[in-house]
C-alpha cells in the first residue's frame, strides 16, 4: 500500500527555546543489543539535552507486542540490567527504556515518536509512560522558517509489493485488535523468539536488499504536502539524495553491538541540515 497522501498534518509538537531539532530512527533497541542501548541512554543525557525537539521517526525498539509489556516481569523489578546484559526481562526493559526518555521530556525537551514497522503497536500508554507524542505518518513540521515531511519510509517500498501487502493486514485496526487479543505470554514468546534470532543472526543490521523507496512514491507526497524536503528511515541506506530541488535525508540506522559500529542523527538548525555520526572513529 502506497504511503497515504490523501492528508499530511502538521506536527503538533512545539519545539522549545532555540536549540536544534533531533531527528533519530532504527535504532532496534532490545537487551539482545545492549552497546545500542547504552549509546542511546548516552545520547539522551548528551546531544538530546541541548535540543528544542527530538523526533524518532520509527523502529525504536525492535520489537512492542503491546503497551501492556509494561506490566510484565514485576518480579525481576530488582534484577539490575548489568546482571543480565542480553537476557533483561522484557518488561523490565521496557520501563527503563520508557524512563530514560520520560528523564529528557522532564528536563523541558519534547519528544515526538512515530511508529514503526517493528513498533507499530506503540500506544498512548507508551506515550504517557516516555513522555512522548506519537505522530501520524506521514506529518510536516514547521520550524526556523521552513518545512520537512517526515515519514518512517516503510510505506514508500512500494516495490516490495509482499511487504506492502503484510503491513496493510498487520497494520488494520482488526490486524493489531486480533494480536492484541493474544495472552501476554503469546506474544512476550513470540518476541523473544525474535530477540534470540536478533542477537544470533543481527538480519536487521544491513540494508534492505530487496527494496527502497520508490521515487514515484516520494514524488508523489512531496507534491501532496506541498513541500520539498523528506526526511525518513527505514531503508537502512543514510544518505542525502537531491533531484531537482526536492532533497530526501535517509536517516542511519543504529548498530554498536558489531564491528564496525554505525548510527547516528540527522541535526536542524540555524547553519541547515547535517547528519552527525556517533559511531566511534577508525584508528
Known sequence: MPVSTARCPQC????????????ISDLHLSPALPQTVQVFEDFLRGPAREASILFVLGDLFEYWIGDDMLDADRDAENVPASATPVNEPLGV?????????????ASGVPIAVMRGNRDF????????????????????????????VLSHGDQLCTDDVGYQR??????????????????????????DRIRRRSAAKGAHRMAYADADANAHAIAALLEAAGERTLVHGHTHRPARHV?????????????????PPRGGYL????????AVDLAPSAT
Not at 503538533?12 to 531527528?23: E, K, M, S, T
Not at 526493559?93 to 521530556?105: H, Y
Not at 503484510?166 to 506474544?187: I, N
Open 267 to 274: 541535526q536542524w538548525d540555524t547553519h541547515g541540515l547535517r
Open 93 to 105: 526493559f521496557a520501563r527503563r527504556m520508557t524512563a530514560a526518555m520520560a528523564e529528557l521530556s
Open 121 to 148: 503497536l506503540l500506544g498512548k500508554r507508551f506515550a504517557r509512560a516516555a513522555g512522548a507524542v506519537m505522530l501520524d505518518d506521514p506529518c510536516v513540521f514547521s520550524f526556523l522558517g521552513q518545512a520537512l
Open 12 to 23: 503538533p509538537v512545539i519545539p522549545r527555546g532555540d536549540g536544534p531539532a533531533l531527528f
Open 243 to 259: 533531484d531537482g530541488r526536492r532533497v530526501r535525508w535517509v536517516l542511519p540506522d543504529w548498530e554498536f553491538d558489531v564491528d
Open 166 to 191: 503484510f503491513r496493510r493486514v498487520a497494520h488494520s485496526p482488526l490486524g493489531k485488535a486480533f494480536f492484541l487479543t493474544l495472552p501476554l505470554r503469546v506474544r512476550m514468546g513470540i518476541a
